[in-house]
């Protein structure tokens, strides 16, 4: 045992020096190891290369989008998760509406049966569709209402969000303008919540 203790402290220590000196090669100029910003825009150009080059354009375009409203919505599931988790205790999905409860759980049970994808299943709160985020923090408003300015706030953000993030979701393109707005609503959803 502890020969498998010393080898593990020393494994550890190595790549600890390993690093160091890497940060000193790197800060000379010296590349070490992959860069993993170009390797993933190398793999991406492979994996764009059948297209046409006004097709891929339009794609990396998209793909900001889809990355902002990834993040916020899954921000915005933490935000319910933690703050009900805080307030209600370890059993706050009891707290939601039956509905909104029964269709995560509907939509779960499917992915469990039905589904050859292996990812997350375990989060009832990730199976809600967007539109029930803002009615999952209108029936619990007490909770929120200290953290949101107001539900007319919420809903109105959310229900122009939604929209958005379904046309995002669907693969259409949207106009310049539209990528604005967008900035804009998670910018100021972001400045009033605080993050």
């Known amino acids: 045992m502890a020969n498998q203790n010393q080898a ?8 600890l020096l390993f690093e160091t000196d890497s940060e000193v090669f790197r800060k000379a100029g010296i590349r070490v190891g992959s860069e993993l910003g170009k390797t993933e825009e190398s793999l991406l150009e492979q994996l764009l290369q059948p297209f046409s080059v006004q097709r891929r354009n339009e794609a990396l375009q998209m793909s900001r989008l889809y990355a902002l409203l990834h993040c916020f919505e899954n921000e915005i599931r933490s935000l319910i998760r933690e703050t009900l988790e805080e307030k209600l205790g370890a059993s706050w999905w009891d707290s939601l509406p039956k509905k909104i409860k029964d269709h995560a759980q509907t939509r779960r049970e499917g992915a469990l049966t039905d589904s050859w994808l292996e990812g997350e299943k ?3 709160l990730s199976f809600l569709e967007f539109g029930h985020l803002a009615d999952v923090m209108v029936e619990l408003w007490p909770n929120f209402e200290d953290i949101v300015p107001s539900q007319h706030w919420l809903k109105q953000r959310m229900y122009e969000l939604e929209k958005a993030r379904n046309f995002v979701a669907h693969n259409r393109m949207l106009l310049p303008s539209e990528f604005q707005r967008l900035y804009m609503y998670v910018s100021d959803w972001n400045k009033v919540i605080g993050l």
């Not at 593990?8 to 790549?15: A, L, P, Q, Y």
């Open 8 to 15: 593990i402290r020393d494994f550890v220590f190595r790549g």
């Open 122 to 124: 375990t989060d009832l």
